[in-house]
């Protein structure tokens, strides 16, 4: 059971490029979120769903966008990539009730 | 304006002995509380949670403090081993929220053989 999976781990990006970070689940959960992680800092929520063909913007969603075609993918893109947007960024899915968030491993992204 | 704050940064810790994280919060309608640890290179994992209507949760080793009139709460670990050496985040949800979570800055527990 592989969980969340994130592609890629490691990204480095110029400016003004654009890219998808990637995100799927097996565990046929509804709920499923991204947040990115600055050096020192706690996780900030960028974007989320409660369901296919459902997303919501979370605390930090510039410059971000998000789509939920199916229940396992959650998909993240960039379209004009800016050096604020280097951090470790996170997706994370959870059940139904008060079950938790499950995240994955994350992927490393550096703008220059 | 945190709304989780994490004010210690890092605690070390011998084996054996207890380890304690602290977490204030400033949100009345945080209705659960989560304590998540991770490893470099590694997601967040859930450790153990408490409700609002709780004051203590227990599990193994791990025990979860919360003090609702001072909106503070505590993570216990005891005995504490090396393993645990990781950066724990508290987190927590807000009423009618869709399971989204605010997060607080992070402690790094090490703990020395």
């Known amino acids: 059971n592989a969980g969340v999976t994130q592609t890629p781990k490691f990204r480095i990006l110029k400016i003004g490029q654009s890219m998808t970070l990637q995100c799927t689940q097996d565990m046929n959960h509804n709920y499923m979120y991204w947040y990115r992680q600055d050096p020192g800092m706690g996780l900030k929520l960028i974007y989320y769903s409660v369901g296919a063909g459902i997303t919501d913007k979370g605390e930090v969603p510039n410059g971000y966008n998000v789509s939920r075609s199916t229940t396992e993918d959650f998909p993240l893109r960039l379209e004009l990539a800016a050096p604020s947007q280097t951090s470790v960024y996170f997706c994370a899915s959870r059940g139904t009730g008060g079950s938790p968030l499950h995240f994955g491993n994350g992927t490393r992204l550096t703008v220059t | ?113």
């Open chain 2, 1 to 113: 304006d945190q709304q989780v704050k994490q004010n210690s940064p890092s605690l070390s810790v011998q084996e054996g002995r207890i380890s304690i994280l602290n977490c204030d919060y400033t949100n009345s309608m945080f209705d659960y509380f989560l304590w998540y640890k991770k490893y470099p290179a590694e997601g967040p994992t859930f450790l153990i949670s408490i409700s609002s209507i709780k004051d203590k949760n227990e599990d193994g080793r791990f025990t979860v403090f919360l003090n609702k009139s001072a909106k503070h709460l505590s993570l216990h670990i005891v005995p504490s081993q090396p393993g645990d050496s990781a950066v724990y985040f508290c987190a927590a949800k807000e009423v009618r929220s869709q399971g989204n979570l605010i997060f607080g800055k992070g402690t790094k527990l090490s703990v020395k053989p």
